[in-house]
């Protein structure tokens, strides 16, 4: 991909895969990731209307459901117990933040062409990504024959997509495909700026929160007394309704 891409995961990544505990979470986050390709991989099984395609489409999404576990396990391997335990809830993030929006699947949003533009382009950037890693010797022997085991999977993904890329070309749709290609690299930006931009508020909401309880709520506190605990007789209130209609008996 990128050369800038390349420079900046070689400078960044010893620095991530330094830190303490960063192989439980990065390898937990990598097998969340690729839950949720699997779970868009076979949504476009589903969906496509290409024969040819669904087949590609469904040993691709095998291929996701076994790199997630795979990465799963050796998170655990790791200490994060909490991959397996919070399956469940992982599959609903996951579905939130990778595949499924509002009920509609990435094939259904991007449609076919697209889709594969953005397959091609996810999947070139994993397999850098992955690569660098090796190259560097980031990882301990086991991770690193594990992800050079993935890697070969991830090179047909990358390898597929570019054929049918190629052949929509071929085909006078290069056009069309350059645009897909151009829309998926701008949305990756941009995405991570809209990402950007939540936490961003909740920064400045946690900040005006705190303001309004200091300015405005806190100073009650300074009025206000504790009340006696237990019952309390209550004098009658001679101007209240009910005292009035017992005084009529
Ligand atoms: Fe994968
Ligand atoms: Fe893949």
Redesign the pocket.
């Known amino acids: 991909m990128g050369k800038l891409r390349r420079t900046w995961l070689k400078l960044v990544s010893p620095l991530a895969w330094s830190r303490p505990g960063a192989e439980r979470r990065f390898l937990a986050s990598f097998s969340e990731t ?1 839950r949720g ?1 699997a779970v868009d991989m076979l949504a476009a099984a589903e969906l496509t209307e290409r024969r040819d395609l669904r087949r590609k489409y469904f040993i ?1 999404a095998l ?2 459901t076994r ?1 997630a576990r795979l990465f799963a396990r050796r998170a655990g391997d790791f200490g994060a117990e909490s991959v397996r335990a919070r399956a469940a809830l992982n599959d609903a993030n996951t579905l939130q933040a990778h595949g499924i929006v509002g009920g509609r699947s990435l094939f259904e949003r991007y449609g076919e062409l697209e889709f594969l533009a953005f397959v091609h382009r996810s ?1 070139a950037l ?1 397999v850098e990504q992955f690569g660098v890693y090796h190259d560097l010797e980031l990882l301990d022997e086991k991770t690193d024959q594990m992800l050079q085991n993935i890697l070969r ?2 090179h047909f ?1 990358v390898g597929y997509s570019r054929t049918e890329l190629e052949r929509y070309t071929r085909s006078g749709k290069g056009a069309d495909v350059q645009r897909a290609l151009r829309k998926v690299f701008w949305r990756r930006p941009w995405e991570a700026w809209m990402r950007f931009s939540v936490q961003i508020g909740h920064v400045v909401t946690s900040f005006w929160m705190t303001v309004l309880y200091l300015v405005v709520v806190a100073p009650f506190k300074l009025g206000a007394a504790r009340e006696r605990p237990g019952f309390r007789d209550v004098p009658p209130d001679p101007r209240s309704r009910m005292t009035a209609a017992r005084g009529q008996g």
């Open positions: 690729e390709s691709h291929d996701e790199h999947e994993a999977d991830e993904h």
